[in-house]
């Protein structure tokens, strides 16, 4: 036989739902907080434009917010933010018919760690120009080419992230890699 139900004030009940919802608003904040600049970079880098990266992220969080109970772990979390950025990303060009190219000269250079002794980084122009020859890249190719050298993920990473074959994301680095050196040794060529 079963107990008498216990009777749980209405105020403590309240008082009780308020301090749910305030952690649960703290962990989500930590949360945003911890990945908001990589979710950004992400859409800046594909987007080109400052206006429409904020919009992407802002998205990408909203649906973070939808989907927290869903996610796993922490890890989960941060493969989750980039797989979406990267969709949100190129639905957002899609959907806005931008063409990154055009928008590239307005947007203000990403701040962005480059070795000393780097090539691209000692030479405005020639990053400039590695910058507007990514832009020139397919889709997909692009997303490839952000995560791989600007989110540093490895191959396996990518194709979890893109939901696409390893072997594919190593195409995509190959044929990109070969095309961006082509491209760059035809524009070195005419600056000689």
Same mark, same amino acid.
């Given at each position: 036989?079963?107990?008498?139900?216990?009777?749980?004030?209405? =105020?403590? $009940?309240?008082? @009780?739902? /308020?301090? !749910?919802? %305030?952690?649960?608003? *703290?962990?989500?904040?930590?949360?945003?907080?911890?990945?908001?600049?990589?979710?950004?970079?992400?859409?800046?880098?594909?987007?080109?434009?400052?206006?429409?990266?904020?919009?992407?992220?802002?998205?990408?969080?909203?649906?973070?917010?939808?989907? =927290?109970? $869903?996610?796993? @772990?922490? /890890?989960? !979390?941060? %493969?989750?933010?980039? *797989?979406?950025?990267?969709?949100?990303?190129?639905?957002?060009?899609?959907?806005?018919?931008?063409?990154?190219?055009?928008?590239?000269?307005?947007?203000?250079?990403?701040?962005?760690?480059?070795?000393?002794?780097?090539?691209?980084?000692?030479?405005?122009?020639? $990053?400039?120009?590695?910058?507007?020859? !990514?832009?020139?890249?397919?889709?997909?190719?692009?997303?490839?080419?952000?995560?791989?050298?600007?989110?540093?993920?490895?191959?396996?990473?990518?194709?979890?992230?893109?939901?696409?074959?390893?072997?594919?994301?190593?195409?995509?680095?190959?044929?990109?890699?070969?095309?961006?050196?082509?491209?760059?040794?035809?524009?070195?060529?005419?600056?000689?």
């Amino acid at each position: 036989m079963n107990g008498p139900a216990l009777a749980i004030p209405i =105020e403590a $009940r309240r008082e @009780s739902q /308020e301090n !749910v919802t %305030a952690e649960a608003q *703290r962990e989500f904040a930590a949360l945003v907080g911890e990945h908001q600049s990589m979710v950004f970079s992400i859409a800046l880098h594909y987007l080109r434009s400052r206006e429409s990266a904020e919009e992407v992220a802002q998205e990408v969080f909203l649906q973070l917010y939808r989907h =927290e109970d $869903r996610l796993a @772990s922490r /890890e989960h !979390v941060a %493969a989750w933010l980039r *797989r979406v950025a990267c969709h949100r990303a190129i639905d957002y060009a899609r959907r806005r018919r931008l063409d990154p190219r055009t928008s590239l000269t307005e947007c203000p250079e990403a701040a962005s760690a480059t070795a000393p002794g780097d090539a691209a980084g000692d030479d405005p122009m020639l $990053r400039e120009r590695l910058r507007k020859l !990514v832009q020139s890249l397919p889709e997909k190719a692009r997303a490839v080419m952000i995560l791989r050298y600007q989110e540093d993920l490895d191959p396996e990473e990518i194709a979890r992230t893109l939901e696409m074959p390893v072997r594919t994301v190593k195409s995509h680095l190959q044929r990109s890699l070969a095309l961006l050196r082509e491209k760059l040794g035809r524009a070195r060529g005419e600056l000689v």
